[in-house]
């Protein structure tokens, strides 16, 4: 890295507040500024927390059935896509993933030690959602905003707790009659950031997730 661009990103990071600079002289000593990463540090703490129910939750197994619908691909550094095909119509598949009293019902994987206390959707473009979890007595809000919404065909969605650091989410439905194939996929902000959701275990309460949906669909 030449000193130009060196000089760049520390301007980058005393402008977030990462880093404070002193010069003495021809010396300049740089070391945390005033945020000292507590609020990327608690974000990754929450993911990891939020994570370890569903990575114990993948080592149990809920049957070979649910591995072999459910597919998981890391397309790049900063995303990776769930697919399954649900038993189900498109208009029944889009109202599960869009009313906050069908949501609840299934977004949660049976057998991870937390619960879903309350869930607040306004599906619009610009219309914000709220989840709060319960974990272990802690409270865990995850709320975002609504950027596309495409009746029964997309949406995409900000997970906005976790700052610039959050990743967008998009979910597409394709009507195959009868059934639907369902598409999530997670962009993050930094390979880092898909490397430590992938160790979470989140992947694997995914596939929960994907396979209580069909569940609730087809019901």
Same mark, same amino acid.
């Given at each position: 890295m030449t000193l130009t661009g060196m000089k760049k990103h520390v301007r980058i990071l005393e402008e977030a507040g990462l880093v404070a600079t002193e010069k003495v002289g021809r010396v300049r000593t740089c070391r945390l500024g005033r945020r000292q990463l507590e609020q990327?540090?608690?974000?990754? /703490?929450?993911?990891? /927390?939020? !994570? @370890?129910?569903?990575? @114990?939750l993948g080592q149990t197994g809920r !049957? &070979?059935?649910?591995t072999n619908s459910t597919t998981v691909a890391r397309l790049s550094d900063h995303e990776v896509?769930?697919?399954r095909v649900v038993n189900a119509p498109v208009r029944k598949v889009w109202r599960a993933w869009t009313q906050a009293?069908?949501? @609840?019902?299934?977004?949660?994987?049976k057998g991870a030690p937390i619960t879903l206390k309350s869930c607040e959707? &306004?599906? @619009?473009? !610009?219309g914000g959602y709220k989840l709060v979890f319960d974990y272990q007595g802690n409270e865990m809000p995850f709320f975002g905003r609504y950027t596309e919404v495409v009746l029964e065909s997309r949406l995409v969605w900000t997970n906005d707790e976790a700052g610039d /650091? !959050?990743?967008i989410s998009t979910v597409t439905f394709e009507d195959l009659g009868g059934s639907t194939r369902v598409v999530l996929s997670e962009r993050f902000a930094s390979k880092q950031a898909l490397e430590d959701a992938m160790a979470s275990g989140s992947m694997e309460g995914a596939k929960a997730q994907f396979e209580q949906l069909d569940e609730f669909v087809a019901a």
């Open positions: 990327e540090m608690a974000w990754l /703490a929450k993911y990891q /927390a939020m !994570g @370890r129910p569903f990575q @114990r !049957g &070979d059935d649910m896509v769930v697919t009293e069908l949501f @609840r019902q299934w977004w949660v994987p959707m &306004d599906v @619009r473009v !610009g /650091a !959050g990743q």
